[in-house]
């Protein structure tokens, strides 16, 4: 499927999940794609953003920086 | 006396030949082997890229070589970074030395799978085509099939999969699951399967 300059041993395939999700679609007659959101996120690693949201020690998640207008996701 | 030996021996031997066909069928299935190759085409493309930056010229016509499967409802399964922006397709059986001239049926660039379709049913003659199988495991044993560079032939080799993470698709850009395995990958390896059991376990 790809491959990284430099790399050794590293090969990618497409798993089946994918490959029958694509199969699955042809028999609508039309191929539709996968779906995604259209945000934008960034991790919360830095300490001075978790501080700045306040987010306690033990939180985990993400910050949605924006939201691509007309995508899956406006309007949420 | 001798009839104690004779039985003795036809113990051993029902001993050896049971060692015998355990170890055999052991071998193949540790070998990943056990399955048909003859669903395994070398993809044979010819495309002209679109030039973005000079949009009036395109970067002139390319030949490119990759593989692809029989799949159920005769049809050839490949990547479509293989296919697309093709003018011409053309499509061998392992077992043959006919082209059978090919046409891309449905191309999904974001998850980078195309089928295609061959109008002459003589192409899937005798051919026993492949399952879909399930998501492997890590470490599992499979083994990647199809006309990579260095050579002319059905090429087989073998890894385990060892690592299985959603990740960037260099032909879409899009974040979808992918499979990392240790078998040797080589441009024309694409669209060839990867086999676990006799199934398809990825492309």
């Known amino acids: 499927m790809q491959g990284i300059p430099d790399s050794q041993n590293i090969g990618y395939i497409i798993p089946t999940p994918v490959i029958n999700h694509f199969l699955n679609d042809l028999k609508g007659g039309q191929y539709m794609g996968f779906p995604y959101l259209g945000i934008g996120l960034s991790n919360t690693e830095n300490k001075a953003l978790r501080k700045y949201y306040d987010i306690a020690n033990d939180a985990g998640g993400v910050i949605v920086n924006n939201v691509m207008p007309f995508s899956s996701a406006e309007g949420f | ?203």
């Open chain 2, 1 to 203: 006396m001798n009839q104690i030996k004779r039985i003795n021996l036809k113990k051993a031997v029902i001993t050896f030949v049971f060692i015998f066909f355990s170890v055999k069928v052991l071998s193949v299935s540790a070998a990943a082997a056990d399955f048909k190759t003859d669903s395994v085409v070398k993809v044979f493309a010819t495309r002209n890229t679109i030039d973005y930056i000079n949009p009036w010229q395109s970067k002139g016509v390319q030949e490119i070589t990759g593989s692809g499967c029989i799949i159920q409802g005769n049809r050839i399964l490949t990547n479509a970074h293989v296919v697309n922006q093709n003018t011409f397709i053309q499509v061998r059986r392992e077992s043959s030395q006919k082209k059978y001239i090919a046409k891309v049926e449905t191309i999904g660039n974001d998850c980078d799978l195309a089928t295609l379709q061959v109008e002459d049913p003589e192409f899937f003659k005798g051919v026993s085509p492949l399952e879909i199988g399930e998501l492997p495991y890590l470490q599992d044993t499979v083994a990647v099939i199809g006309f990579p560079m260095g050579g002319d032939k059905l090429s087989i080799s073998q890894g385990v999969v060892s690592r299985m993470e959603s990740m960037t698709y260099i032909n879409s850009n899009q974040r979808l699951l992918a499979v990392q395995i240790d078998a040797a990958i080589n441009p024309g390896n694409s669209g060839g399967p990867a086999i676990n059991n006799g199934k398809i376990v990825g492309l």
